[in-house]
């Protein structure tokens, strides 16, 4: 009987063991673009398995700009997006989208490039020159004339044109449609490297009280899956930390993701990596600074209230 008995034990043991793990649950989470290091943390989560530790199953797409990005998470196709605060001003509008956490705060991954042979040397040689930018009412539109205001020149004292990809805006900065790029570090650290242009004012140091990106989700997914998204975030800022405390690691893997030399982001590494946020927690006065860049660019006319753009149920992140 007791032989019977351990075989019974040993069986469905066995049984037990044959059965497959509980799959983990699938995340479509978009990049806004390809071209800037920080969106690199979804590739660090799943490659060093820091997703797949909270039951998460990333999907990555990457986008080709923040309205394309709004875009897919209207229309279904992602769950999560990583883009710049001023997609926000969709939701104020009807889009079924809303900001879950903070990701960037101080814009650190963008800057102001010229050519080498620029007679623009600083900050104070910009006024009344042209950026080029991606896309309309964008981030890098409303930073142009952040900076600008900044100076005490009015929002205008900067102008900002909109060309499209980077390849367009360094175009355009070539043949001298334009005195400048508002771009991504890695841009301008690519450019620098082949002896084209260079960074000629780092702009987080003119947002600091700013909340440059955000998570994005839509809203059904949020409420029909909240345990997905809490582990979601879990995942994104455990991978945050990773990066914060792994330079060597977090940058060879945004080499291999990116197809860049790894001396180029080991550089926008240094420069970037203190604007992740680290729990994803909206601060209120840069909170407020996001919806006045809503009617700074005539997005809107007047501020939203914090509800129709962001929820905290989710935050701070705790992993």
Request: glycine share 8%.
């Amino acid at each position: 009987m007791r032989v019977t008995h351990l075989f019974a034990l040993a069986s469905t043991a066995a049984l037990l063991l044959a059965l497959p793990a509980h799959a983990a649950d699938k995340v479509r989470a978009g990049k806004a673009v390809g071209s800037q290091w920080v969106f690199t943390v979804l590739d660090v989560g799943v490659e060093e398995g820091i997703f797949a530790k909270y039951g998460i199953d990333v999907e990555i797409s990457t986008m080709t700009g923040e309205a394309r990005m709004q875009q897919a998470l209207t229309a279904g196709s992602l769950d999560i997006g990583l883009a710049g605060s001023s997609g926000a001003a969709l939701s104020a509008k009807g889009a079924p989208v809303v900001a879950i956490a903070v990701f960037l705060n101080a814009p650190a991954n963008f800057s102001v490039v010229v050519l080498n042979d620029s007679p623009i040397k600083n900050v104070g040689d910009l006024k009344g020159k042209s950026l080029s930018g991606a896309t309309t009412g964008g981030l890098p539109e409303w930073l142009v004339k952040h900076l600008a205001v900044t100076q005490g020149w009015g929002p205008d004292g900067i102008r900002s044109v909109s060309v499209g990809s980077p390849d367009a805006s360094i175009s355009a900065m070539r043949t001298h449609q334009v005195d400048g790029m508002m771009t991504g570090n890695t841009v301008g650290l690519r450019l620098e490297q082949e002896g084209v242009a260079h960074i000629v004012v780092h702009i987080g140091d003119y947002a600091k009280d700013y909340h440059s990106a955000f998570v994005f989700a839509r809203k059904d997914f949020v409420a029909e899956t909240p345990d997905v998204a809490k582990r979601y975030l879990q995942g994104m800022f455990a991978t945050i930390a990773f990066i914060r405390a792994n330079k060597e690691k977090s940058v060879a893997i945004a080499a291999k993701a990116m197809h860049l030399d790894p001396a180029i982001l080991d550089r926008v590494y240094d420069i970037e990596h203190d604007a992740f946020s680290t729990d994803g927690h909206f601060d209120p006065k840069a909170v407020e600074l996001v919806k006045q860049s809503f009617i700074d660019m005539g997005s809107l006319t007047e501020k939203p209230s914090n509800d129709q753009i962001l929820t905290t149920k989710f935050v701070p992140v705790k992993f």
